[in-house]
């Protein structure tokens, strides 16, 4: 939830003044999960969003406007959660938006993910309002030109010790384009701290005056994902790392 809850807040009070917005997700996923009926995860992440609503909810409206634009409240009777381009459509509708044009990336080897993608939005599609990619996310991204806001969120970085994520953050501050960036966060072999490619990303984020946060959900430090890191450049960056 802590990537949609930076992803909702930060476009919320984004300034968004032309038609034609222009968004890339990297490594975009389906538009819709399924939760399953055994899913603890999922409703676990609700949970502790509704303890943190009930205790801070009062100091950060951003919290209930979460909560109430995610349909939090039903996920348990719904049985599905919304990925990031659902989410920031979702976004547009609510801002009145009408033009606006995606690019969703995905590598799923099998091509699964992006025949999804294009059934989910079969009339976007259609009249090229999104468009569809089965390809490298990281060289599309740079490809593009006019992106107003980049969300690059990989599965992993460890393969090539974080650079083409690195260098993709690099490419949106060098163009001032406004991004939300994702990535778990692992430990090392030693089990004594974090791998050798999130402290790169950690001293990235110090050297170009990038608001960070980390989140950790264990003490124990795995080569399993045990957190995430999160880089935002934007208007309201440091507002949504403070909260």
Same mark, same amino acid.
């Given at each position: ?9 930060? %476009? ?29 995860? /999922? %409703? ?42 659902? /989410? ?15 690019? %969703? ?30 390809? !490298? ?10 992106? !107003? ?18 260098? %993709? ?22 089990? !004594? ?51």
């Amino acid at each position: 939830l802590v990537k949609h809850f930076s992803l909702v807040t930060l %476009l919320h009070d984004m300034s968004i003044d032309h038609e034609g917005w222009n968004y890339i997700d990297v490594h975009s996923g389906e538009a819709d999960y399924q939760i399953p009926p055994d899913s603890s995860s /999922i %409703l676990a992440g609700v949970g502790n969003f509704e303890a943190i609503l009930r205790e801070h909810g009062s100091e950060h409206s951003s919290f209930t406007y979460f909560y109430n634009f995610m349909g939090l409240g039903c996920m348990r009777e719904q049985n599905f959660y919304p990925g990031s381009s659902r /989410i920031v459509q979702k976004m547009m509708a609510s801002r009145q938006i009408r033009e606006y044009h995606f690019v %969703l990336c995905d590598v799923d080897p099998g091509g699964y993910v992006c025949q999804s993608l294009r059934k989910s939005y079969e009339k976007e599609v259609a009249e090229k309002q999104i468009v569809v990619i089965h390809g !490298d996310g990281y060289r599309e991204a740079k490809q593009k030109v006019g992106m !107003d806001f980049m969300l690059i969120d990989p599965p992993e970085i460890r393969s090539d010790g974080g650079k083409e994520f690195i260098t %993709l953050i690099e490419y949106c501050i060098s163009q001032d384009i406004s991004f939300l960036s994702w990535n778990p966060l692992v430990g090392n072999d030693t089990g !004594d701290g974090m791998s050798p490619e999130c402290q790169n990303v950690v001293e990235a984020a110090y050297r170009h005056s990038i608001p960070m946060f980390t989140v950790r959900w264990t003490d124990e430090w795995t080569e399993a994902m045990c957190g995430c890191q999160l880089m935002i450049q934007g208007k309201g960056a440091e507002d949504v790392v403070q909260q």
